[in-house]
């Protein structure tokens, strides 16, 4: 039951990093779209409606700019590579040139944000099931409280029987031990007295 637990334990930690780094995702890869106010309503127009709208283009990775088609990925929707996480301690990592170090990142284009959406939201339910699993198969689940103290007093009754055999074997063991040091005696006093006969 430990282990099941540990597992349980181990995937909602899991499951609350997934959260943090997809609310991370979204928060920093969205377009920053105003979201549309009601036409009947003038004065409804939500505070996002401030947020100025990002227009920088992405930033090109070493990689892709050094080869001859590199130019033409980034002007095809392109979305720069998910920041690898930096190790404690570390120094922070260098804004790439071509982008303000004050600025968020240049957002992922409309496909590309819907598929690592899709992903994310795929990867948190894989792990919803997971941890639904192992509530599942937890011991005592789908059984009532008599069933499982029932159960616990047949558990005790066979620990008393097996506890009791283990005392037996116990005390058998000290009696073949006690023999078998008087058989090693008699033959040790028996084999000396071969090899220094008596005068």
Do not use: W
């Not at 190790?87 to 590309?112: H, Y």
Request: one cysteine or more.
């Amino acid at each position: 039951m430990a282990d099941i637990l540990t597992q349980l334990q181990t995937c909602l930690d899991q499951l609350a990093t997934q959260f943090y780094a997809t609310l991370g995702y979204l928060t920093t890869y969205h377009d920053n779209a105003p979201t549309t106010p009601p036409p009947n309503v003038p004065d409804a127009a939500p505070a996002l409606a401030k947020i100025i709208k990002n227009k920088s283009s992405p930033p090109v990775p070493a990689s892709i700019a050094n080869t001859a088609g590199g130019a033409a990925a980034v002007a095809g929707n392109a979305s720069p590579p998910l920041a690898p996480p930096q190790q404690p301690g570390a120094a922070p990592a260098t804004a790439p040139e071509n982008q303000d170090p004050g600025l968020p990142p240049a957002p992922d284009s409309p496909r590309t944000f819907a598929s690592r959406q899709r992903e994310l939201a795929r990867d948190l339910i894989i792990k919803e099931q997971q941890i639904e699993h192992l509530i599942s198969v937890l011991p005592g689940i789908g059984a009532s409280e008599a069933e499982q103290e029932a159960r616990i007093r047949e558990l005790e009754t066979e620990l008393r029987g097996v506890e009791k055999e283990r005392a037996a074997k116990v005390r058998e063991l000290k009696r073949l031990r006690t023999r078998l040091e008087d058989v090693l005696g008699a033959v040790a006093v028996g084999i000396h007295r071969d090899e220094y006969p008596q005068k």
